[in-house]
T-cell receptor, first 117, second 113 residues
Framework: DTGVSQNPRHKITKRGQNVTFRCDPI?????LYWYRQTLGQGPEFLTY????????KSRLLSDRFSAERPKGSFSTLEIQRTEQGDSAMYLC???????????????FGAGTRLSVL | GESVGLHLPTLSVQEGDNSIINCAYS??????FIWYKQESGKGPQFIID?????DKRQGQRVTVLLNKTVKHLSLQIAATQPGDSAVYFC????????????FGSGTRLSIRP
């Protein structure tokens, strides 16, 4: 499978615990995005990387959230001291850079569904 | 502020008929628009896109129309099939899609046999 891969697919945790999600983008894509989606809503932008540089963060990304992409390949999204309001689907997307000459369409993974009890 | 909204939250269409899903946007700086399809348990799947210097673009069984005057976007699906059942999101970007995409809340398309 050469698409965007996210792990785990589901995560159930207790309030106050820390969780970490992983995203493996399409191999030739150097841009990687994180979105959050709650039931019945469209995805909301959280942050994005170009290679290892985090270029933009949404106001939704509180100080309990941190995203990394240390080698410019896979990325992790960590949520510390989870709250029930963090329950959502966390989606990762990747796209090629404009400089590659390819269209910068964002391709999404299947997401990680987080349930905070 | 920026917003992308849809006129109807649900749409029921007879199999074989054409479907039209509408979307309004408010950011006049948007220069790139995308339609995504999301099936249950899956991530959004790219369908078709259009840049602001165009008013129509066609794909396989799908057509996107852009009316910048009234800030309106539509997705037309020809000969709707059961496999088209999903939630459809319009989305916009003011950076040609190079950074964040702003999604609307979605329209659920259901197909009647």
């Amino acid at each position: 499978d050469t698409g965007v891969s996210q792990n785990p697919r589901h995560k159930i945790t207790k309030r106050g615990q820390n969780v970490t999600f992983r995203c493996d983008p399409i191999s030739e894509h150097n841009r990687l995005y994180w979105y959050r989606q709650t039931l019945g809503q469209g995805p909301e932008f959280l942050t994005y990387f170009q290679n290892e540089a985090q270029l933009e963060k949404s106001r939704l990304l509180s100080d309990r959230f941190s995203a990394e992409r240390p080698k410019g390949s896979f990325s992790t999204l960590e949520i510390q001291r989870t709250e029930q309001g963090d329950s959502a689907m966390y989606l990762c997307a990747s796209s090629p850079d404009r400089a590659s000459g390819m269209k910068n369409i964002q391709y999404f993974g299947a997401g990680t569904r987080l349930s905070v009890l | 502020g920026e917003s992308v909204g849809l006129h109807l939250p649900t749409l029921s269409v007879q199999e074989g008929d054409n479907s039209i899903i509408n979307c309004a946007y408010s950011n006049s700086a948007s220069d790139y628009f995308i339609w995504y399809k999301q099936e249950s348990g899956k991530g959004p799947q790219f369908i078709i896109d259009i840049r602001s210097n165009m008013d129509k673009r066609q794909g396989q069984r799908v057509t996107v129309l852009l009316n910048k005057t009234v800030k309106h976007l539509s997705l037309q699906i020809a000969a709707t099939q059961p496999g088209d059942s999903a939630v459809y999101f319009c989305a916009e970007s003011s950076s040609g899609g190079a950074s964040k995409i702003i999604f609307g809340s979605g329209t659920r398309l259901s197909i009647r046999p």
